[in-house]
């Protein structure tokens, strides 16, 4: 069955960095784009990054020139580093594959304070 499993999350002072990694299993994983959400609390989903390749990624303005996205097919593993983080960017961030319905991981925290 599919799977993705996120980790890498943390509390972090602001201006700090944290590098979260998605590894996805029961697909083809080097078929698909593999994106990244966020869930600040108390809010809404937020779209934050998605990937298909190292040069074929997109990003939302919020965390453009923050965050970077990378893949390793080899080990079906996606990672997004952020950079220079800030409290805003306090959320439980999920990776997403989406295949006619979606299929989420557990989510990995990232607290910013």
């Known amino acids: 069955h599919v799977q993705l499993v996120e980790s890498g999350g943390d509390l972090v002072q602001p201006g700090g960095s944290l590098r979260l990694s998605c590894v996805g299993s029961?697909?083809?994983?080097?078929?698909?784009?593999i994106h990244w959400i966020r869930q600040a609390p108390g809010g809404a989903l937020e779209w934050v990054a998605s990937?298909?390749?190292?040069?074929?990624?997109h990003y939302a303005d919020s965390v453009k020139d923050r965050f970077t996205l990378s893949r390793d097919n080899a080990k079906n593993t996606v990672y997004l580093r952020m950079n220079n983080l800030k409290p805003e960017d306090t959320a439980v961030y999920y990776c997403?594959?989406?295949?006619?319905?979606?299929?989420w991981g557990q989510g990995t925290q990232v607290t910013v304070s």
């Open positions: 029961g697909f083809t994983f080097n078929s698909y784009y």
């Open positions: 990937c298909y390749s190292d040069r074929d990624t």
């Open positions: 997403v594959r989406i295949s006619g319905r979606p299929d």
